[in-house]
């Protein structure tokens, strides 16, 4: 037997991760080849561990993605999205056709995060980071909680391309959707065997199948969380898109389903689905909220 194969069973055998439906004696491993590093044992434990720590009624196809509609309310949408327009000229990042804000401090070239305060909006009203933690994703994570946010900004008509979020966080990603809705996409990288047309090539020097694996509607107000070996193995993106036709599970139509439809709650969508009239984006604000592993001791002053 595999050594790494070994390791990983003793790992599964970890008093943290008792409970967990699985028998760590009759593991099988399909999708993850072992022989890299460690780093592909821990990710597997995370994946397994990660069942018991989020509501399973959020869980969207029994993947390890968790989606949470309505994770605020209205109200504080709008004072976030205000709060977010009434930022300085100076905190905004241009980024290609887009621009963002970095919440929490800067990462360095070596993945080590130099700590900067979150903007007070963050951790007082509305308190995003303690309901993020009380959904359970990041219990195990080194900070209990997202210590960085990334915060988007999308135009109608702009996405962004199937990517990886790196190695420098801990996997798993939390994201709220402000203002418009959105359709997250995971893809997967295209194996040896695979014969998808027109396949598009990563910056790993892989192929990627084009065609999504699951496709997500992500609400104005919700939160969908990304952990596991949908954080680990596969990518996600964004199409560049100026409207989106949804369809629903019983339909036969022309348009795209997704995965999370049982979990819509918004009225305007729900009512625009039903009728097949394609949903027009607006601008939409991303909080992208993660916790990075290596954080510097020499913080610096917030920016606020």
Request: hydrophobic share 35%.
């Amino acid at each position: 037997m595999p050594s790494d194969l070994l390791r990983l069973r003793r790992q599964l055998r970890h008093p943290d991760i008792a409970g967990v439906d699985i028998d760590a004696d009759d593991l099988t491993i399909d999708h993850c080849s072992l022989s890299s590093t460690p780093q592909c044992i821990c990710s597997l434990t995370y994946m397994l561990s990660q069942r018991d720590m989020v509501n399973p009624g959020h869980r969207v196809l029994g993947r390890d993605i968790f989606y949470f509609p309505n994770f605020l309310t209205k109200e504080e949408e709008e004072y976030l999205v205000r709060k977010i327009r009434e930022s300085p000229q100076p905190l905004w990042k241009r980024l290609g056709n887009r621009r963002l804000q970095i919440w929490g401090g800067d990462i360095t070239a070596k993945g080590t995060l130099i700590v900067q305060p979150f903007p007070p909006f963050v951790n007082n009203f509305p308190d995003i980071i303690s309901r993020i933690r009380e959904t359970g994703a990041f219990q195990h994570s080194p900070h209990q909680g997202p210590n960085h946010i990334i915060m988007n900004e999308y135009l109608p008509g702009q996405g962004i391309m199937p990517h990886e979020d790196g190695p420098q966080y801990h996997p798993v990603v939390a994201t709220i959707s402000l203002g418009s809705h959105a359709v997250f996409n995971y893809y997967e990288y295209q194996s040896e065997t695979d014969t998808v047309a027109e396949p598009a090539s990563c910056g790993h020097g892989k192929s990627i199948n084009t065609q999504p694996m699951v496709s997500v509607l992500l609400e104005p107000r919700s939160l969908i969380i990304s952990s596991g070996e949908m954080y680990a193995s596969h990518l996600h993106g964004i199409d560049a898109v100026e409207e989106d036709l949804i369809i629903s599970n019983s339909s036969s139509g022309e348009g795209m389903a997704v995965a999370n439809f049982g979990h819509l709650q918004d009225e305007e969508i729900l009512a625009s689905i039903k009728t097949q009239t394609p949903l027009k984006r607006t601008v939409r604000y991303s909080l992208t909220c993660r916790d990075v592993e290596r954080v510097s001791r020499l913080a610096t002053k917030s920016h606020r």
